[in-house]
T-cell receptor, first 111, second 114 residues
Framework: LAKTTQPISMDSYEGQEVNITCSHNNIATNDYITWYQQFPSQGPRFIIQGYKTKVTNEVASLFIPADRKSSTLSLPRVSLSDTAVYYCLVGDRETGNQFYFGTGTSLTVIP | DTAVSQTPKYLVTQMGNDKSIKCEQNLGHDTMYWYKQDSKKFLKIMFSYNNKELIINETVPNRFSPKSPDKAHLNLHINSLELGDSAVYFC?????????????FGPGTRLLVL
């Protein structure tokens, strides 16, 4: 499975759009990308996932360029409650392996 | 109503003791996991079961033994607890839609070994 690299931490002001990029240079043809969010003292929670191009749901958008070597999680107009750790995972559609969490990105939203 | 539940939420025990953590999911999922999250917040897979069968066993000391009595339950028994076992243990279950897997995590069990 492709190794993922994310920034360790990011700060943002309330109301701004936040983009967190994950690098996965060795992503394979059948691999897909999933993002999870973890609040302190809670288990990770699914945010969004995709295979290519752009995916949007009520919480976030996921942008995957054509070469798929990176992906960007976009959180529109963040609030203080978006302060959390965000993990990017690469999963294999054939084997089902999607459990290698990297270091994650610790996002702090500032008032 | 809780999708994935774990008991106990907190566990404080002495070195050398044996303890168990229980996990139950009411989502009807076939796959369940155990993860360990250490003090540096690194989340590491330990075991995975599919329909009560062990399918993933990462490099975990054999003091850790998972047991799945049915596909809704995955328990973790730890023998001879060591200081380094102190961590938060998360259970998760997952399902597949369109070839993509989504995991649902429990609230975690905070284990402190003294």
């Amino acid at each position: 499975l492709a190794k993922t690299t994310q920034p360790i931490s990011m700060d943002s002001y309330e109301g701004q759009e936040v983009n967190i990029t994950c690098s996965h240079n060795n992503i394979a043809t059948n691999d897909y990308i999933t993002w999870y969010q973890q609040f302190p003292s809670q288990g990770p929670r699914f945010i969004i996932q995709g295979y290519k191009t752009k995916v949007t749901n009520e919480v976030a958008s996921l942008f995957i360029p054509a070469d798929r070597k990176s992906s960007t999680l976009s959180l529109p107009r963040v609030s203080l409650s978006d302060t959390a750790v965000y993990y990017c995972l690469v999963g294999d559609r054939e084997t089902g392996n999607q459990f290698y969490f990297g270091t994650g990105t610790s996002l702090t939203v500032i008032p | 109503d809780t999708a994935v539940s774990q008991t106990p939420k907190y566990l404080v025990t002495q070195m050398g003791n044996d303890k168990s953590i229980k996990c139950e999911q009411n989502l009807g999922h076939d796959t369940m996991y155990w993860y360990k999250q250490d003090s540096k917040k690194f989340l590491k897979i330990m075991f995975s079961y599919n329909n009560k069968e062990l399918i993933i066993n990462e490099t975990v000391p054999n003091r850790f033994s998972p047991k799945s009595p049915d596909k809704a339950h995955l328990n973790l028994h730890i023998n001879s607890l060591e200081l380094g076992d102190s961590a938060v243990y998360f259970c998760a279950s997952s399902h597949w839609v369109g070839g993509l897997e989504t995991q649902y995590f429990g609230p975690g069990t905070r284990l402190l070994v003294l």
